[in-house]
């Protein structure tokens, strides 16, 4: 299902995104391996030229916002909700730090443009699902010449799943590293739509202590504008039969080798300012 990659923005791998997960190491073996791992991202990438826009400095998280992609951040603090009987899965998670984006240059998505700041060990301590997927970026960065799994690693938790993912490359921050890739989330089998894409940046800093996820709507001219059978296909768009659902993984092959094989600069926003964003 999954092509191999176009060249890295920032040079540091050149992956193939398809194949079954790489071996797990022992727990000790991964945490020292990630920590030797994204020191080494993030020696050895080269420096980001300074970006023009926004600087921003809140709630533990410096960052600048490129030029026309939003005009403010508003940092909230969101309380924990520990375990209960009646508490689904997804819905258990320690406080954590939101930063919406404000202004952007995309409206009426589905999601909003979002960072989060998750404390790893409470996350890990709290819910099990989260620190499996935690544990998955972590065999990613300890194993980034192996083939990525079919479902990357992906926080906050949701009561939705991964229908596809494009456009997976390797980024670093300042003070961590991680995977970026385009993806959408459903409940139902539903077609690539301009209102649920999403750019999603999937990290850890350099000492393990945080996890920071993006959450950041994009766009390009040949998907639908919504996920519904009255949202019309584009001429050269992907076609998709709402009465036939085993034709859903040919839509979702063909929507990711078109979105791979797209210019970076005809999203909109353009690939390389949300990954400016999140260096």
């Known amino acids: 299902m999954y092509k191999k ?3 890295l923005l920032i040079g540091i791998l050149f ?3 398809c194949g079954t997960p790489a071996a797990t190491p022992a727990t000790g073996q991964v945490e020292t391996m ?13 420096t980001p030229a300074p970006a023009s826009g926004i600087s921003i400095a809140a709630e533990g998280l410096t960052f600048v916002i490129p030029t026309g992609l939003a ?6 603090t969101e309380p924990a909700a520990p375990p209960a009987d009646d508490m689904p899965w997804w819905g258990i998670y320690p406080e954590y730090k939101i930063y919406s984006l404000q ?27 989260a620190g499996g997927r935690i544990q998955a970026l972590k065999n990613i960065l300890s194993n ?5 799994p079919n479902r990357l690693p992906f926080l906050p938790t949701w009561n939705a799943g991964e229908i596809f993912h494009s456009n997976v490359e390797f980024i670093s921050f300042q003070n961590g590293s991680g995977i970026r890739y385009l993806t959408q989330y459903a409940q139902f089998p539903a077609p690539v739509s301009n209102s649920d894409l999403f750019y999603t940046f999937q990290g850890l ?3 393990g202590a ?5 959450v950041l709507p994009i766009n390009i001219g040949f998907l639908m504008a919504a996920a519904s059978p009255d949202s019309p296909i584009p001429p050269d768009g992907i076609p998709f039969d709402w009465n036939d659902y085993t034709k859903n993984e040919e839509h979702y092959r063909i929507a990711t080798e078109r979105l791979n094989a797209a210019d970076p600069n005809a999203f909109i926003p353009a690939l390389p300012m949300l990954d400016t964003l999140i260096q």
Not at 104 to 119: A, D, M, N, Q
Not at 210 to 214: C, D, V
């Open 103 to 129: 202004g952007y240059v995309l409206s009426g998505t589905f999601h909003e443009p979002r960072i989060f700041k998750f404390p790893v060990a409470e996350y890990e301590a709290m819910n099990e699902d």
């Open 34 to 46: 990630v920590a030797s791992t994204l020191q080494a991202y993030t020696q050895s990438a080269p």
């Open 15 to 17: 992956l193939t995104a």
């Open 210 to 214: 945080y996890y920071i996820s993006a």
């Open 5 to 7: 990659l176009p060249a």
């Open 71 to 76: 005009s403010d951040v508003i940092a909230t």
């Open 144 to 148: 980034p010449t192996q083939p990525f």
């Open 205 to 207: 800093t350099s000492d």
